[in-house]
């Protein structure tokens, strides 16, 4: 069971970029999936998460600017981060729950991908 996450980069505040992650091993499309970031010294936190019936929630701080999204034929989560800030920056997780919600409790989910770097430049 693998997640592999990729699209991350060097980008200026105010660009954008789509992370996608690709799910292998298994059929996610039951799974709830979901993106998490942890910055340097900090935490890692929700960003944000989907469910098979494409459902979403959002952290507050990106409300807005990014959008999850996912293709169940392909194995494929996808998250659109527009208008990046500084505080955006940080390495960015892809996951999946195998009780299918949206949670924002990390500890919820049950597989991980290995992480993308997203650096937004002021």
């Known amino acids: 069971v693998q997640l592999q996450a990729s699209g991350g980069g060097l980008v200026q505040a105010g660009a954008s970029l789509r992370l996608s992650c690709a799910a292998s091993g298994r059929t996610f499309s039951t799974d709830g999936l979901g993106w998490f970031r942890q910055a340097p010294g900090k935490e890692r936190e929700f960003v944000a998460a989907i469910t098979s019936g494409f459902s979403t929630e959002y952290a507050d701080s990106v409300k807005g600017r990014f959008t999850i999204s996912r293709d169940n034929a392909k194995n494929m989560v996808y998250m659109l981060m527009n208008s990046l800030k500084p505080e955006d920056t940080a390495v960015y997780y892809c996951?999946?729950?195998?009780?299918?919600?949206?949670?924002?409790?990390?500890?919820?989910?049950?597989?991980w991908g290995q992480g993308t770097l997203v650096t937004v430049s002021s």
């Open positions: 996951a999946a729950a195998s009780n299918g919600w949206k949670d924002v409790d990390l500890f919820q989910y049950d597989y």
